[in-house]
């Protein structure tokens, strides 16, 4: 590509968001981040992948209002080592916030949730993508993932989304699946994941030129 474009995408459980960065990867031959993120993080701070870990589950165990009124929303500011809240999980997520920004600095490359899309509101070259679909579509794609079906699969999928969601707004203070986060919204069920990618791919060229892959 003739400059580094970052593609994040967030995405509900079951609409194939996923599957599609890791197509958009392969496709355009740049590196795809998920959960190796968190193992980056680590490496870079010292802190210990288990405590990232830890962290995005605590999340969700949090009270709404104390989500809602807490100080977390990232600011950019890290927290020095000699601080007693340098392994808080305020810092966990800078420190994760740190190496996404740094990839979009050195790279093109397609990063998976972390509230990436946030953590580049400001970088020009960032193209922030949410991945949707109706709740059939989404059940119907979850059970070609998971053995889990009827009441068992609805609470899974739920759960999974609110954690999402949860750790999308404790750390950016906006709602996860509000559209105006995104510079992109697409409903996977209409399109199919070949024709999400390339409409991602076709809007990267209407945005940067049309020969931004070339």
């Not at 922030?128 to 059970?143: G, I, K, M, S, T």
Request: charged share 30%.
């Amino acid at each position: 590509m003739k400059r580094n474009i970052v593609f994040t995408i967030a995405r509900q459980y079951g609409s194939g968001g996923r599957t599609m960065a890791q197509m958009l990867s392969e496709d355009l031959g740049i590196n795809y981040y998920d959960r190796d993120l968190i193992k980056m993080a680590s490496e870079e701070s010292g802190i210990s992948e288990a405590l990232f870990l830890k962290a995005d589950e605590s999340v969700s165990s949090k009270n709404p209002l104390i989500v809602k009124l807490s100080k977390s929303v990232y600011n950019g500011k890290m927290i020095p080592p000699d601080s007693d809240d340098f392994v808080s999980m305020e810092n966990l997520f800078n420190y994760q916030a740190a190496v996404i920004k740094r990839l979009a600095e050195t790279e093109s490359c397609v990063i998976v949730g972390r509230a990436a899309d946030y953590v580049l509101k400001d970088y020009e070259n960032a193209v922030r993508v949410f991945v949707h679909a109706p709740r059939d579509f989404l059940v119907e794609q979850a059970e070609k993932k998971i053995s889990l079906r009827g009441k068992e699969l609805d609470k899974f999928m739920e759960k999974t989304d609110k954690q999402k969601a949860d750790y999308y707004t404790y750390y950016t203070g906006k709602r996860w699946s509000e559209a105006l986060n995104y510079d992109l919204c697409l409903d996977s069920s209409k399109l199919g994941f070949e024709k999400c990618m390339e409409a991602i791919k076709a809007y990267t060229r209407v945005r940067f030129g049309d020969d931004i892959f070339d």
